[in-house]
DNA sequence: TATTGTTATACTCTATAACTATA
DNA sequence: TATAGTTATAGAGTATAACAATA
């Protein structure tokens, strides 16, 4: 089409740096123009683009936590599938978590290599292979989701119970 | 770490394919269990997860009905910045969409050679160049905006007015 | 013939180091 | 010395085509 060959994402991170940032040296009085007087307003109506940043500050805040657990995001996600659906095939979490059967590979035998699943021949079909967690790995994953609990309820510090859960039914209806 | 060098990302992308399928084919009767019974409820409780599945089902149409115009999503917000901010300097662009500037150079270039966007030397700062858009940019993005609101009402289309307006104001609570 | 899992590979996105020219 | 913009490049994420084994 155009130049160089475009495809998918979007609207580029967030500021970033929110732990480490003063949050707000406006404070004293001044007009609030000094650090980031850029208007984003636009880009702000966009549920997109709001979605996005709310989605790379989980992310980020999930890998610091998670950093001690061998458990990348994709990591995690792909464990928390197999951990409920014993038995569930590649095919089935692709299409679950929208991964490419390609890309599902290297994770699984990551995964494998590390003793928290194992593959087991399909009882029914010879094609396909069961994942099935280990006992360490359902140990593992057990830890890993009060870690995961605890980020959300750090992202979900200022909101009220009440929106907290309002906000997963609002993303989920426009999703579902 | 590990093995495989990690990073950011998360949870893999959504179910796609959402206009080109049959979207439900257990119409007829049977069980609700059939294309997909995997179990995903953990996952659903995560704001990131559902946060990045919005995203990326707006990103699908946004780039879905912005292939008439010579804007990426990327190339979208740049230009937003740049229209509602004329003379932003690139440093600036990269702090309020983090954008790493070396990864920013190649978009400037390309906008730039399209047209879209003029370099000027900064007034102030001799090393700092300031962006604007041209006639011809403006005009795209006025256009371009509207695609995007027309993106946006889709989206949102299993939204009450009351409930769209909220989910924008809940996701910057998280960011903000 | 269609599907599961896989390999190989290309393309895109993201990140780091280092250079230049100005401040 | 520090900062804006840039170059080159490495690393991670995403995508397509094609193959063997099984259905």
Same mark, same amino acid.
């Given at each position: 089409?155009?130049?160089?060959?475009?495809?998918?994402?979007?609207?580029?991170?967030?500021?970033?740096?929110?732990?480490?940032?003063p949050?707000?040296?406006?404070?004293?009085?001044?007009?609030?123009?000094?650090?980031?007087?850029?208007?984003?307003?636009?880009?702000?109506?966009?549920?997109g683009?709001?979605?996005?940043?709310? +989605?790379?500050?989980?992310? /980020?805040?999930?890998?610091q936590?998670? =950093? #001690?657990?061998?458990?990348?995001?994709?990591?995690? @996600?792909?464990?928390?599938?197999?951990?409920?659906?014993?038995?569930?095939?590649?095919?089935?979490?692709?299409a679950?978590?929208?991964?490419?059967?390609?890309?599902?590979?290297?994770?699984?035998?990551?995964?494998?290599?590390r003793?928290?699943?194992?593959?087991?021949?399909?009882?029914?079909?010879?094609?396909?292979?069961?994942?099935?967690?280990?006992?360490?790995? +359902?140990?593992?994953?057990? /830890?890993?989701?009060?870690?995961?609990? =605890? #980020?959300?309820?750090?992202?979900?510090?200022?909101? @009220?119970?009440?929106?907290?859960?309002?906000?997963?039914?609002?993303?989920?209806?426009?999703?579902?």
């Open positions: 089409m155009s130049d160089r060959a475009p495809r998918s994402r979007m609207l580029e991170r967030p500021t970033r740096a929110r732990s480490s940032v949050a707000r040296k406006t404070r004293t009085a001044a007009p609030p123009a000094e650090a980031n007087p850029i208007d984003t307003r636009y880009l702000r109506t966009l549920m683009y709001n979605a996005r940043r709310v +989605a790379l500050v989980a992310i /980020e805040q999930f890998v936590d998670m =950093a #001690v657990y061998p458990f990348k995001p994709v990591d995690f @996600s792909v464990m928390c599938v197999i951990v409920d659906n014993p038995g569930v095939t590649s095919r089935q979490l692709c679950a978590l929208n991964i490419l059967p390609p890309n599902l590979v290297g994770l699984i035998q990551s995964l494998e290599q003793g928290l699943i194992e593959r087991r021949p399909h009882p029914q079909d010879g094609r396909a292979t069961g994942l099935h967690a280990t006992a360490q790995g +359902a140990q593992r994953m057990m /830890e890993a989701r009060r870690t995961a609990d =605890a #980020v959300e309820d750090r992202l979900a510090s200022r909101l @009220s119970p009440r929106d907290r859960q309002k906000l997963l039914e609002l993303l989920q209806a426009v999703y579902d």
